[in-house]
């Protein structure tokens, strides 16, 4: 299966994409296809049932208000994250739901949206059930599983309790699944990483369509990082966290020090502020490009903020060309993940979240900064290994605490990789491909206390304000 860049770089919404997007999607599917089907107009009453860690800590992921909105029909991308709170307090008042936005009908949440926070569906942990009954009550119409498996990814089930999966039929010129596919094409065809990428995305569309598709992630991110440094307050959710990155920005741009020339790791400060400001921002139920999850959404833009802002050899002649490549190699090793691991921090901890953003992220930024395919391999791979073991753990069941933090320490890991891996030759130890392989073992052994269902770690050890 090929997966595309526009698959791991999706415009969403917060605060997660496995538990706010995933769940959207999935509601909006079935309704879709009840409307597909023309049945959707015999419906007089449909059950949504969230499991695992969906049931778990869907309340503080938004993941009830996300099925809300998908079972009206509204996308990730476009939904209005200004007016869709309202529209959603709307449905529990009046106890009426428009699905697919043109039926109505009858909806109590207390009763027809339930989260089984102790009992999981035996293929993933974010497992959902929508019903459909007729108008009588009396006779199912539908009824149909989903599983979110990361980054706002969403397969059926196949009726058997596995996921159906729908390969892309795309014909791409340069088809890998593993690192070591990947760089053998690099090698064979003198190729960089993002030459490849582009290549098999031209395969989709145009280049033009490519690029510009491209450049609008680039401006979604770039608008999350402005709006996040400029509001203030606290998060909801009941934590009480305060937003710090408009404070830290208006610090950073009226000190001297923020200046490299007379503090050499300024722009470490200027990265840890990217990174808040998209994180805060999507802990707020903001506009946020998923990269490749909504937990680990802050990484690569201010990776990239970083590159743009303080690396050699971009200037405002060649940057939108270096911006795409920066997304490209970094959709290329995330492709990787998602094929031969784990985006979800449900199923392997937050080491297939933050370790695979931080990867994505030190490999791309190696490639720009010179970098040969061993040298980018070598610090995708520098990325993970030191996040093995990372477990998500998220206090109140919130995309904050750790969240928020953990992302600006990982974009400071991911600068460190490739500025590691640049220094090398690109001969090492430990492959990426062996060390996705060790973190998805790792996930395995972890207890399922640690693989965000706020029962374990920090979730149980800090007491909620």
């Given at each position: 299966m090929s997966i595309s860049v526009f698959d791991l770089l999706s415009i969403g919404i917060g605060p997660s994409s496995s538990h706010t997007v995933g769940p959207m999607r999935a509601a909006a599917r079935f309704?879709?296809?009840?409307?597909?089907?023309?049945?959707?107009?015999?419906?007089?009453?449909?059950?949504?049932?969230?499991?695992?860690?969906?049931?778990?800590?869907?309340?503080?992921?938004?993941?009830?208000?996300?099925?809300?909105?998908?079972?009206?029909?509204?996308?990730?991308?476009?939904?209005?994250?200004?007016?869709?709170?309202?529209?959603?307090?709307?449905?529990r008042s009046t106890g009426r739901i428009r699905l697919a936005g043109v039926h109505e009908v009858g909806f109590d949440p207390d009763h027809d949206l339930v989260l089984h926070r102790r009992r999981s569906l035996p293929f993933h942990p974010n497992g959902m059930t929508f019903t459909a009954w007729d108008v009588d009550?009396?006779?199912?119409?539908?009824?149909?599983?989903?599983?979110?498996?990361?980054?706002?990814?969403?397969?059926?089930?196949?009726?058997?309790?596995?996921?159906?999966?729908?390969?892309?039929?795309?014909?791409?010129?340069?088809?890998?699944?593993?690192?070591?596919?990947l760089l053998a094409i690099c090698h064979q065809n003198q190729r960089a990483i993002s030459d490849v990428a582009l290549a098999n995305e031209c395969a989709r569309r145009s280049e033009a369509e490519v690029r510009a598709g491209l450049l609008r992630i680039w401006r979604t991110m770039a608008d999350c990082v402005d709006h996040g440094c400029q509001t203030s307050g606290v998060l909801p959710g009941g934590l009480k966290v305060r937003r710090r990155a408009a404070e830290l920005h208006d610090q950073l741009a009226a000190s001297p020090a923020s200046d490299a020339a007379v503090d050499p790791l300024a722009a470490i400060?200027?990265?840890?502020?990217?990174?808040?400001?998209?994180?805060?921002?999507?802990?707020?139920?903001?506009?946020?490009?998923?990269?490749?999850?909504n937990g680990a959404a802050g990484i690569i833009p201010a990776v990239l903020h970083y590159a743009v802002r303080f690396g050699p050899?971009?200037?405002?002649?060649?940057?939108?060309?270096?911006?795409?490549?920066?997304?490209?190699?970094?959709?290329?090793?995330?492709?990787?993940?998602?094929?031969?691991?784990?985006?979800?921090?449900?199923?392997?901890?937050?080491?297939?979240?933050?370790?695979?953003?931080?990867?994505?992220?030190?490999?791309?930024?190696?490639?720009?900064?010179?970098?040969?395919?061993?040298?980018?391999?070598?610090?995708?791979?520098?990325?993970?290994?030191?996040?093995?073991?990372?477990?998500?753990?998220?206090?109140?069941?919130?995309?904050?605490?750790?969240?928020?933090?953990?992302?600006?320490?990982?974009?400071?890991?991911?600068?460190?990789?490739?500025?590691?891996?640049?220094?090398?030759?690109?001969?090492?130890?430990?492959?990426?491909?062996?060390?996705?392989?060790?973190?998805?073992?790792?996930?395995?052994?972890m207890k399922i206390k640690y693989k965000e269902t706020a029962r374990g770690g920090l979730a149980v050890n800090i007491v909620e304000c």
């Open positions: 309704v879709g296809d009840l409307d597909h089907h023309q049945r959707l107009r015999q419906v007089g009453r449909v059950r949504a049932e969230l499991f695992g860690s969906l049931g778990a800590t869907g309340h503080g992921h938004g993941s009830e208000n996300a099925v809300l909105w998908g079972l009206e029909g509204e996308d990730p991308e476009t939904v209005d994250t200004d007016t869709a709170p309202d529209r959603a307090a709307k449905i009550g009396s006779q199912v119409i539908a009824e149909r599983t989903y599983y979110s498996i990361g980054g706002g990814f969403v397969l059926d089930d196949d009726g058997s309790g596995r996921p159906k999966v729908r390969p892309d039929p795309t014909a791409v010129p340069y088809r890998f699944e593993t690192a070591e596919q400060d200027w990265v840890t502020l990217w990174a808040l400001a998209v994180n805060e921002e999507n802990a707020a139920g903001g506009r946020v490009v998923t990269a490749p999850t050899g971009v200037d405002p002649a060649n940057q939108d060309d270096k911006i795409i490549r920066f997304l490209l190699t970094a959709g290329a090793i995330g492709a990787i993940y998602q094929q031969t691991g784990s985006i979800s921090g449900a199923q392997v901890g937050c080491q297939g979240e933050v370790g695979t953003a931080c990867s994505m992220a030190a490999g791309a930024l190696a490639e720009l900064l010179g970098g040969s395919v061993d040298q980018v391999e070598n610090a995708a791979e520098i990325g993970m290994e030191h996040h093995l073991g990372l477990t998500c753990d998220p206090v109140g069941g919130l995309v904050q605490i750790p969240c928020i933090e953990r992302n600006a320490v990982a974009s400071v890991k991911a600068i460190t990789a490739a500025r590691l891996a640049l220094r090398g030759d690109g001969r090492h130890t430990v492959s990426l491909d062996k060390v996705i392989k060790t973190m998805m073992e790792t996930g395995r052994d």
